[in-house]
Nanobody, 118 residues
Framework: VQLQASGGGLVQPGGSLRLSCAAS????????MAWFRQVPGKEREFVAG????????KYADSVRGRFTISTENAANTAYLRMNSLKPEDTAVYYC????????????WGQGTQVTVSS
């Protein structure tokens, strides 16, 4: 299983970005996938999650109402649309997936840097 995250960049506060996560190596059905983020010196934190079939989206309180997670199941691709970005959203963003129900997030992408700054 391989995950490839892309779409990060530099954006001004209040701006938007869309991250993509392309997965390959198997079919993912309804397994959960998620976006996490990490800044230096802090633990990786959950941002948003969804099942590959598009069901059951969920969000961290810090991004609810600003970020939208979605999937294109036939293309094994997930997205994270980020609106109203704040400087505190600056981090490396990772996508990850479970490959068994109830298991850990055991397949991870390489991360994409998001920097929110004026």
């Amino acid at each position: 299983v391989q995950l490839q995250a892309s779409g990060g960049g530099l954006v001004q506060p209040g701006g938007s970005l869309r991250l993509s996560c392309a997965a390959s190596g198997r079919t993912f059905g309804s397994y959960p996938m998620a976006w996490f983020r990490q800044v230096p010196g802090k633990e990786r934190e959950f941002v948003a999650g969804i099942r590959w079939n598009g069901y059951a989206p969920k969000y961290a309180d810090s991004v609810r109402g600003r970020f939208t997670i979605s999937t294109e199941n036939a293309a094994n691709t997930a997205y994270l649309r980020m609106n109203s970005l704040k400087p505190e959203d600056t981090a490396v963003y990772y996508c990850a997936t479970q490959t068994s129900y109830g298991g850990p997030y055991n397949a991870w992408g390489q991360g994409t840097q998001v920097t929110v700054s004026s």
